[in-house]
Structure formats: C-alpha cells, structure tokens
C-alpha cells in the first residue's frame, strides 16, 4: 500500500451500455441509506448517466467480489463497519487518510479492456465534512476540549479535526484507555470542562429513535454544542435532551452532504 502518486495511466474500460458509470456503498447493515438518495437524486437532478447501489456485504473480505462482478464501477462510499478494515485492500491511500487511519471514499480505475485488473485509492471526506460543517458552531472562548462518543471509523476523522483547531479531545467509550473516558467516568465535573460532545456512535438511529448515549445529560448547559453524526432521525434522543437544556444542537446531514460532493470531486477527477 501506498500513497496516491500523481502518474497514473489507469481508465476504466468503456461500457457496452454506453457511458453509463456505477457507484456504491458498502456497509453492513445498510438502512436508509444516505448516499444512495444523494446519489441519486443528484445523478437525475443533472441528468448525469450513472447509477448509485448499495452493496450489503457481511464480510469486508467480498469486496473482491463487488469490484469484480461491477466492472463500469467507478467509485465506492465506505461506512460502518468497515472504514478501517477495507484499508487492507487498498493499493494506495491518500495522506489525510493515512493519517486519520480510516477510509470513506475509495476510487477504482481499471485498464482499458482489462476487467479484471483494478486499482483501489482510499480517502477520507468525513474529515472536510465535518470540519466545514462544525466550524461556524464553534466559540473559542468556551469550546475548548471535546468528548467523542465512539472509536470507530469516522470517530478517527472527528478526532483529527478537532486536533487541526487546537482543540483538546478525548474519546467516550465502555472501555477503558489512556485516551479515553468511560461512560460511567462521565461526571459534572468532566462535562463542565467538555463543552463539546460528538455522537460518532450509531446509537439513536432510526428504528431506535428511543435509544441516546449513556451520558448525564442533566449537566448540560447552554454552552454546550452537541453534534450527531446521525442524520435519521433529524434530531435524535441525544439531540433532543441536550436541547430541552439549552444545548447547541446539530445533526449530521449537513456533513454528509458535504463528505458526498467530495466525493464525487474525487471519482470524477482526471
């Protein structure tokens, strides 16, 4: 594996169907996808010629499988569980992603007439996602330490952010670590000092709107920002209890939208 490197006599091989051109997102389990509607209501919207599926796969090890049986596929999306473990399949990887350890965006090129011969470059746009979206929210003269709830793969893009401005972090999760609180650690005190917490978990998503982290929200001010990186429901439990105490609120659609139209930049960039 390797970084991206500029010279790259790679294309993908021309579709008996035209121009037609495939993209994806792999996951599991996959529910009401994001992406999908994006993408396609953006191909119709600009009348642009490709399709957008959804590839429900258990195991990362049959992302084989996805490229080689889609040979038109150009460009896959990346979520849980696997941001982290399709690393291992890439040929190359981008330097902010290599960084932050985790992967959302991956863009195939194959040789001309060559379907079986392909090459994987991981990315990560959840990073300028949720920077551009967090940032206006932001009061330096209050926000200054952050708490991420979780330790998956977009949580490694959250922390880097918050590293980038300057902002003290650490991570919330049921076990223990030098990085980290657990959520029983989680007290007044602690949360008077972190007036930002990040939900990177996938708690609270729709069918289980009645679900929300495990943090004692009656501590919770109007200095508080709270940020969820679930978009459905629109405002979750976790949102909606940090609000009824006066919190600053926010969801993650706004950084999905962004994450996606970075994307699309990277698949379709020559």
């Given amino acids: ?53 959804d ?52 863009k195939v090129e194959r040789r001309p007439n060559d379907m079986y011969f392909y090459k994987l470059t991981g990315y990560n746009t959840d990073y300028i996602g949720f920077k551009n979206s967090i940032a206006p929210l932001i009061r330096p003269e209050i926000h200054k330490k952050a708490l991420i709830l979780g330790t998956g793969g977009a949580s490694k893009a959250v922390r880097q952010v918050f590293e980038d401005m300057n902002i003290e972090w650490k991570y919330v999760s049921r076990s223990s670590g030098n990085d980290r609180f ?8 602690i949360l008077h000092e972190y007036k930002i917490i990040v939900n990177c978990s996938p708690v609270g998503t729709f069918p289980n709107v ?3 982290p495990d943090i004692p929200y009656e501590f919770l001010t109007p200095e508080h920002l709270l940020y969820d990186l679930v978009y459905n429901p629109a405002e ?3 949102l909606k209890t940090g609000k009824a105490q006066g919190a600053t609120i926010k969801n993650g659609a706004e950084m999905l939208e962004l994450q996606a139209l970075a994307a699309w930049d990277i698949w379709t960039q020559k």
Avoid at 58 to 76: C, S
Avoid at 86 to 105: D, Q, R, T, W, Y
Avoid at 182 to 189: G, I
Wanted: proline share 6%.
């Fill in 55 to 106: 590839f429900e796969i258990e195991d990362i090890l049959k992302i084989r499988e996805v490229i080689l049986l889609n040979p038109y596929l150009y460009g896959l999306n990346i979520t849980i569980p696997y941001k982290e473990k399709v690393i291992a399949f890439l040929h190359e990887i981008s330097p902010e992603a290599e960084k932050i350890g985790a992967v959302n965006v991956i």
């Fill in 236 to 238: 979750t439990l976790f």
């Fill in 210 to 212: 009645n679900e929300c």
């Fill in 182 to 189: 657990t959520y029983k650690d989680l007290n007044q005190n």
């Fill in 1 to 53: 594996m390797n970084n991206v490197s500029k010279n790259n006599n790679i294309h993908p091989p021309k579709s008996p169907l035209g121009d037609l051109r495939i993209y994806g997102l792999i996951g599991f389990p996959l529910k009401h996808s994001f992406s999908s509607k994006f993408f396609i209501e953006k191909f119709a919207r600009e009348g642009i010629n490709a399709e957008y599926l």
